[in-house]
């Protein structure tokens, strides 16, 4: 027997917090031309209040497989996490799975959609209900200061200006 | 505030030295310049040695990094590039890798030499080279051609407009001590 889970076409209202547990947001972008290179950020926060999405997380979480790596992204040619500890993100719903605002990256804040699905609601095994909510959107990382780069051999670029973020949010009702 | 400047010239008589102490003499009076004058001791980097207990020339240096507000760093160009002395010094500096003394440490690049392109070259990578590092990076613009003919016999800068681009390069680089004020 399957369990049907209903398709809601709009935003539950209340307020709506990240399980950050069974959640999760992470980048990926373009390496050499030929594959993809992904990371995550631990320690976000994400909640929605009626419609309103707001999340943030902080530089120093990103997470990679390299401690070198992870330095470099902390530092001023990439996250400059000193000066910008913290990326962002606000907006509202504008339809099912559907949110304009703005995203805050390096100090720079950009108006950016993103689109996905929202999925629920589900009764949990403590009798929480529950929504499920993906996200992606794709920044010009070169738009928010961060334009790191290395010329390849046979020409082109090591790393992607056009990166993809996705959020992953497993939403609780607010006690 | 401390300022530490580095010469990525040994030459007793260098145009680069001679910038950096004229840029001791623009600070304001809350900053002073401290050079580091151990580009000679330091031997040429070793990962077998790095493994081990740094040499006493590379403690004072990454010291120094360590404890300055800022870093100023005047270049010579050989052959197109960095000299070698310069960037073996910053080699070992940058060591271990992921926690090097110039993370997030201010830093500003100019350079003079006897032709006319004032060390373009050596600077950019220089610049390439510290922003790998992991050091905030000034953007700065001193690039001094024809160096034999912008400082008198005491080694003063005698050329107005080296002297205010230097003054400009000053004040970039202390702007990066104050993020507030680069942030808004």
Same mark, same amino acid.
């Given at each position: 027997?399957?369990?049907?889970?209903?398709?809601?076409?709009?935003?539950?209202?209340?307020?709506?917090?990240?399980?950050?547990?069974?959640?999760?947001?992470?980048?990926?972008?373009?390496?050499?031309?030929?594959?993809? %290179?992904?990371?995550? %950020?631990?320690? %976000?926060?994400?909640?929605?209040?009626?419609?309103?999405?707001?999340?943030? /997380?902080?530089? /120093?979480?990103?997470?990679?497989? #390299?401690?070198?790596?992870? /330095?470099?992204?902390?530092?001023?040619?990439?996250? #400059? /996490?000193?000066?910008?500890?913290?990326?962002?993100?606000?907006?509202?719903?504008?339809?099912?799975?559907? %949110?304009?605002?703005?995203?805050?990256?390096?100090?720079?804040?950009?108006?950016?959609?993103?689109?996905?699905?929202?999925?629920?609601?589900?009764?949990?095994?403590?009798?929480?209900?529950?929504?499920?909510?993906?996200?992606?959107?794709?920044?010009?990382?070169?738009?928010?200061?961060?334009?790191?780069?290395?010329?390849?051999?046979?020409?082109?670029?090591?790393?992607?200006?056009?990166?993809?973020?996705?959020?992953?949010?497993?939403?609780?009702?607010?006690? | 505030?401390?300022?530490?400047?580095?010469?990525?010239?040994?030459?007793?008589?260098?145009?680069?030295?001679?910038?950096?102490?004229?840029?001791?003499?623009?600070?304001? *009076?809350?900053?002073?310049?401290?050079? $580091?004058?151990?580009?000679?001791?330091?031997?040429?980097? =070793?990962?077998?040695?790095?493994?081990?207990?740094?040499?006493?020339?590379?403690?004072?240096?990454?010291?120094?990094? $360590?404890?300055?507000?800022?870093?100023?760093?005047?270049? *010579?160009?050989?052959?197109?590039?960095?000299?070698?002395?310069?960037?073996?010094?910053? =080699? $070992?500096?940058?060591?271990?890798?992921?926690?090097?003394?110039?993370?997030?440490?201010?830093?500003?690049?100019?350079?003079?030499?006897?032709?006319?392109?004032?060390?373009? $070259?050596?600077?950019?990578?220089?610049?390439?080279?510290?922003?790998?590092?992991?050091?905030?990076?000034?953007?700065?613009?001193?690039?001094?051609?024809?160096?034999?003919?912008?400082?008198? =016999?005491?080694?003063?800068?005698?050329?107005? =407009?080296?002297?205010?681009?230097?003054?400009?390069?000053?004040?970039?680089?202390?702007?990066?001590?104050?993020?507030?004020?680069?942030?808004?």
């Amino acid at each position: 027997m399957s369990t049907l889970i209903e398709q809601h076409t709009a935003v539950p209202a209340g307020t709506w917090q990240a399980d950050t547990v069974h959640s999760s947001v992470g980048f990926e972008v373009g390496y050499l031309g030929i594959s993809t %290179f992904s990371g995550e %950020f631990k320690g %976000f926060e994400a909640s929605l209040t009626d419609g309103e999405l707001t999340g943030k /997380a902080p530089v /120093a979480g990103i997470e990679v497989k #390299d401690e070198n790596l992870y /330095a470099h992204l902390q530092s001023p040619e990439f996250f #400059d /996490a000193e000066r910008n500890p913290e990326l962002s993100f606000s907006g509202t719903a504008t339809g099912p799975g559907a %949110f304009e605002g703005e995203i805050t990256i390096k100090g720079v804040t950009k108006p950016a959609t993103l689109a996905g699905t929202i999925t629920g609601p589900v009764t949990d095994a403590y009798g929480n209900e529950r929504y499920a909510l993906r996200l992606e959107t794709v920044i010009d990382r070169s738009e928010f200061g961060i334009e790191w780069n290395a010329p390849l051999p046979g020409g082109g670029f090591a790393l992607s200006n056009n990166v993809k973020l996705k959020a992953e949010l497993t939403l609780v009702k607010a006690a | 505030m401390r300022i530490l400047a580095i010469s990525g010239s040994l030459r007793r008589g260098s145009h680069n030295t001679m910038l950096l102490r004229a840029a001791g003499e623009l600070l304001p *009076p809350e900053y002073e310049l401290v050079f $580091w004058d151990g580009l000679r001791d330091v031997p040429p980097y =070793d990962e077998d040695v790095d493994a081990g207990e740094a040499p006493a020339s590379v403690t004072v240096l990454r010291e120094a990094i $360590w404890e300055a507000d800022a870093v100023l760093i005047a270049t *010579p160009e050989y052959n197109s590039s960095i000299p070698g002395a310069l960037k073996n010094a910053l =080699d $070992w500096a940058s060591r271990p890798i992921a926690t090097n003394v110039f993370r997030n440490k201010p830093v500003a690049v100019i350079g003079s030499s006897a032709g006319m392109f004032g060390a373009v $070259w050596a600077q950019a990578e220089l610049r390439k080279v510290l922003a790998a590092m992991g050091a905030r990076v000034a953007e700065v613009e001193v690039a001094v051609g024809h160096a034999n003919e912008k400082f008198d =016999d005491e080694g003063r800068i005698s050329d107005d =407009d080296v002297r205010a681009q230097l003054a400009d390069a000053i004040s970039t680089l202390l702007a990066e001590l104050e993020p507030a004020r680069v942030a808004a």
